[in-house]
């Protein structure tokens, strides 16, 4: 991973995966063909060999009806400490982006806390997430653009932006080093 971004926790993703899906009560051929996936990348998955994007854990997690952290978090002491560029980090593959989970939703709370790295170039697309989910955007650094398909806003650092994550959105990187909090709340 690029800024020295952890490896992705492929043990703890083909856990989560196979619990969530036995869950549900889908085969691994029916959770493919409903996240729109191929059977042999979610099966890969499911044996922790393949190398998942941003894209493809987002469609597994709202097809599973699920918080993406769920998918890829572990279980956290009381006190945590990440140190910048240290947490489960996933790329996009459409877009220069990178979340990095910082803090998965605790008992009683449906949230989750990512640092983003964007960089300029093709903006990242996100499909609707989870009925009622509400994304807030915090710009460490740089400038970027963010929202809602139909209306993005322009941030610069140090503004904060609030939007419906259930239906389609962007976020793209005006500037270089690009950073981002992003708060994801579900409800």
């Not at 409903?34 to 922790?48: F, H, N, P, V």
């Not at 006190?79 to 910082?102: C, D, F, H």
């Not at 955007?137 to 653009?145: A, E, N, P, Y």
Request: charge should be negative.
């Amino acid at each position: 991973m690029a800024d020295g971004a952890s490896r992705l926790p492929l043990d703890r993703i083909a856990a989560s995966l196979r619990r969530e899906r036995t869950r549900a009560g889908l085969s691994l051929s029916e959770l493919a063909k409903r996240a729109g996936i191929a059977k042999s990348t979610l099966s890969q998955l499911e044996s922790a060999t393949g190398n998942p994007s941003l894209e493809t854990l987002w469609a597994l997690s709202v097809t599973l009806d699920v918080p993406f952290s769920s998918l890829v978090d572990q279980p956290r002491p009381a006190v945590q400490v990440i140190r910048a560029g240290e947490g489960p980090a996933v790329p996009s593959e459409r877009a220069n982006y990178t979340a990095a989970l910082l803090s998965s939703s605790p008992p009683g709370a449906r949230r989750d806390i990512y640092f983003l790295r964007v960089e300029p170039g093709p903006a990242r697309e996100s499909d609707p997430h989870m009925p009622g989910t509400v994304e807030h955007v915090i710009v460490g650094t740089g400038r970027v653009l963010a929202g809602p398909d139909d209306e993005p806003v322009e941030l610069a650092a140090g503004d904060y932006l609030s939007y419906p994550g259930d239906v389609p959105h962007i976020c793209q990187a005006l500037e270089p080093g690009t950073t981002c909090v992003m708060i994801m709340q579900h409800v």
